[in-house]
């Protein structure tokens, strides 16, 4: 950890950003400058007056991101390694659910009726709850990364300092393991991996392989990811030239969880487009938000207020305009104190969804975070 410089962070101890992928990992060290426009960074990137950019860009990018040009970047061409001597995370129980698992099935149940109104442009709407996760001795945002990334099999993981977004943000961290690649820029090849369709993975060998199989064939999961990839198709088709975009979606897995996901890649028409540029033309894409994009975000906002930096994006981007983003899913953010984690998931809502199996999907999302805190969720109810 080290010493901020940065904008009023001066004598403060900052997590450093680290994000865990297994082809290249990145760890910062240091503050050289703090930002809370993404446009002003993508400015300064392209202009090559910051070497480089790390942080995270918030749900809604009209709120303040946080982002900071580090004094340096390390990068790894594998995993990140983390510390020789993690030190135990603390007991954790959840305390408290935001909405009430009740409160989130009405919520869907009120999108349907939108969703299956012929005259209403809303095709998709992502909506999402939290869980507030009380630990008896502060967390270290690291140590949780760290245990993070032992846990996931692709070994993903991130921490990001939030305090470059303010007041409201000082000390907070958000830290995850998210599955989900936003964008990656590397030269002009650029790529996406839009996730959507979930299925809860079963522990007996046959009863998972069944689950995957009625995913792939699901109308309901195929539809709801058919509408991610449209997007990006038309948002990065913009960019990009030869977009290559395969017909159908392939499964992807995670300790707890089936996804469909479609490997996107193409080249980027104008090089002088960084990965930071990218992210903020794409995001948020329909597995987090909905369509059409505007009405989805209204939506979202009506019935959920601010998201902050759940389902934002989380990333870093140098002075070639090289980097990669995540989808800030399957994450949390820790409070001040550390005394507290606010962890969240949702999902993607279409006409053809049931309410109560879209709870019992956040629950099985929250499976990353909880196992990670060693917390349960208390059962949620069989019916709304
Ligand atoms: C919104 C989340 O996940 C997103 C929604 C998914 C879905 O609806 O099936 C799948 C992957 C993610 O794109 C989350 O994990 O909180």
Request: aromatic share 4%; hydrophobic share 40%; proline share 8%.
């Amino acid at each position: 950890m080290d010493q901020a410089k940065g904008n009023g962070q001066a004598q403060r101890r900052v997590t450093p950003f680290i994000l865990s992928r297994p082809h290249l990992s990145v760890q910062s060290q240091g503050v050289r400058d703090t930002l809370d426009d993404p446009h002003e960074a993508a400015r300064r990137l392209r202009e090559g007056t910051v070497p480089a950019v790390v942080g995270a860009l918030p749900f809604d990018t009209a709120n303040p991101s946080a982002l900071t040009v580090p004094v340096d970047l390390y990068r790894q061409r594998r995993v990140w390694q983390g510390y020789p001597k993690p030190s135990p995370i603390p007991a954790c129980t959840v305390s408290d659910s935001l909405p009430s698992p009740a409160r989130h099935v009405e919520a869907v149940e009120t999108a349907l009726k939108r969703l299956r109104a012929p005259d209403d442009p809303l095709t998709k709407v992502v909506l999402a709850r939290s869980l507030l996760v009380r630990a008896e001795a502060p967390i270290l945002p690291t140590m949780l990364v760290q245990r993070l990334v032992s846990d996931d099999a692709g070994n993903n993981g991130f921490c990001v300092d939030l305090s470059p977004a303010g007041a409201d943000y000082r000390g907070r961290t958000l830290v995850g393991s998210s599955p989900e690649v936003l964008v990656r820029r590397s030269g002009r090849h650029v790529t996406c991996f839009p996730l959507a369709g979930t299925a809860k993975r079963e522990s007996s060998v046959d009863q998972d392989a069944a689950v995957a199989a009625r995913l792939a064939l699901s109308v309901k999961d195929l539809a709801e990811h058919a509408i991610v990839v449209e997007g990006l198709k038309s948002s990065l088709g913009e960019l990009c030239d030869e977009l290559d975009v395969p017909e159908a979606p392939s499964l992807v897995q995670t300790p707890a969880l089936w996804h469909l996901g479609t490997p996107i890649s193409g080249t980027l028409r104008d090089e002088r487009t960084s990965a930071l540029d990218l992210a903020l033309a794409i995001h948020p894409t329909a597995a987090v938000c909905g369509s059409p994009r505007a009405e989805a975000a209204k939506a979202i906002a009506q019935i959920e207020g601010d998201r902050g930096f759940y389902a934002g994006a989380i990333g870093w981007c140098d002075g070639n305009g090289d980097g990669e983003w995540m989808v800030a899913i399957r994450c949390g953010e820790i409070a001040a104190d550390g005394l507290s984690v606010r962890v969240y998931a949702g999902g993607g809502i279409v006409a053809q969804s049931d309410p109560l199996a879209e709870l019992a999907e956040t629950s099985a999302k929250f499976a990353t975070m909880l196992t990670a805190l060693g917390a349960v969720e208390q059962p949620v109810p069989r019916t709304g």
